[in-house]
């Protein structure tokens, strides 16, 4: 059954207020975790000149915002929790679009790179395409997009008052191609421990330059 307007406002609507509600508590459980990883597999990729132009999409509480700041490149965070945003304004010293993912308004050719840290299995499957094909236009050409989701087999819905999408390799790859994205690298995390140890697949993507 496809999931209908309000379905998606009630995903949207939900989701958000989970993390409005654990902003402060989830600032506290998330500030120290060691993503340099992820970090250094967007930035080594982009092939313009620095300081880069990125989104930090679903920035939450801005300790990636705060990390590319530092790095000093131009860093503006997307988060659709109200709480969360005002949280990574205050942490980081970036501008932060308050956008649900759902409903994106977002520039054409703005950006060399986005960074989707665990955002982007928030997202419908139904919805994911064209939210991918928003994505791929708010990238210059040439740019980079770096994504890290919980992997699975296909399962969706609710989990633990979250909405959630969780793909495998396979699946994601399609999805990514289909946007009009070329592959440039996969591996899953954490690192160095055996595959059913490593609940997280992150993998980078290249917008064609024409």
Same mark, same amino acid.
């Given at each position: 059954?496809?999931?209908?307007?309000?379905?998606?406002?009630?995903?949207?609507?939900?989701?958000?207020?989970?993390?409005?509600?654990?902003?402060?508590?989830?600032?506290?459980?998330?500030?120290?975790?060691?993503?340099?990883? @992820?970090?250094?597999?967007?930035?080594?990729?982009?092939?313009?000149?620095?300081?880069?132009?990125?989104?930090?999409?679903?920035? &939450? /509480? &801005?300790?990636?915002?705060?990390?590319?700041?530092?790095?000093?490149?131009?860093?503006?965070?997307?988060?659709? $929790?109200?709480?969360?945003?005002?949280?990574?304004?205050? @942490? $980081?010293?970036?501008?932060?679009?308050?956008?649900?993912?759902?409903?994106?308004?977002?520039?054409?050719?703005?950006?060399?790179?986005?960074?989707?840290?665990?955002?982007?299995?928030?997202?419908? $499957?139904?919805?994911?395409?064209?939210?991918?094909?928003?994505?791929?236009?708010?990238?210059?050409?040439?740019?980079?997009?770096? $994504?890290?989701?919980?992997?699975?087999?296909?399962?969706?819905?609710? @989990?633990?008052?979250?909405?959630?999408?969780?793909?495998?390799?396979?699946?994601?790859?399609?999805?990514? @191609?289909?946007? &009009?994205?070329?592959?440039?690298?996969?591996?899953?995390? /954490?690192? &160095?421990?055996?595959?059913?140890?490593?609940?997280?697949?992150?993998?980078?993507?290249?917008?064609?330059?024409?």
């Amino acid at each position: 059954m496809p999931l209908t307007t309000d379905d998606l406002k009630q995903i949207a609507a939900q989701t958000l207020a989970h993390y409005d509600q654990r902003a402060q508590a989830f600032w506290e459980g998330t500030r120290d975790h060691d993503v340099s990883q @992820n970090v250094a597999a967007l930035l080594q990729h982009i092939e313009a000149t620095p300081p880069f132009e990125l989104l930090d999409f679903g920035c &939450g /509480p &801005g300790r990636d915002l705060t990390t590319f700041k530092a790095l000093g490149h131009h860093a503006i965070g997307l988060e659709g $929790s109200t709480q969360l945003a005002a949280l990574a304004r205050t @942490n $980081s010293g970036c501008e932060v679009l308050e956008q649900n993912f759902l409903e994106l308004d977002l520039p054409s050719s703005r950006f060399d790179g986005v960074f989707a840290n665990a955002a982007l299995f928030h997202v419908p $499957s139904q919805e994911l395409p064209r939210v991918l094909r928003e994505l791929h236009t708010a990238l210059r050409p040439g740019g980079v997009l770096f $994504s890290s989701n919980p992997r699975g087999d296909g399962e969706e819905g609710w @989990n633990r008052g979250r909405f959630g999408a969780y793909h495998d390799w396979e699946t994601w790859r399609g999805y990514m @191609n289909a946007a &009009g994205f070329v592959e440039l690298t996969h591996y899953y995390r /954490p690192p &160095g421990l055996p595959r059913e140890q490593q609940p997280w697949l992150g993998s980078v993507w290249r917008k064609p330059q024409s």
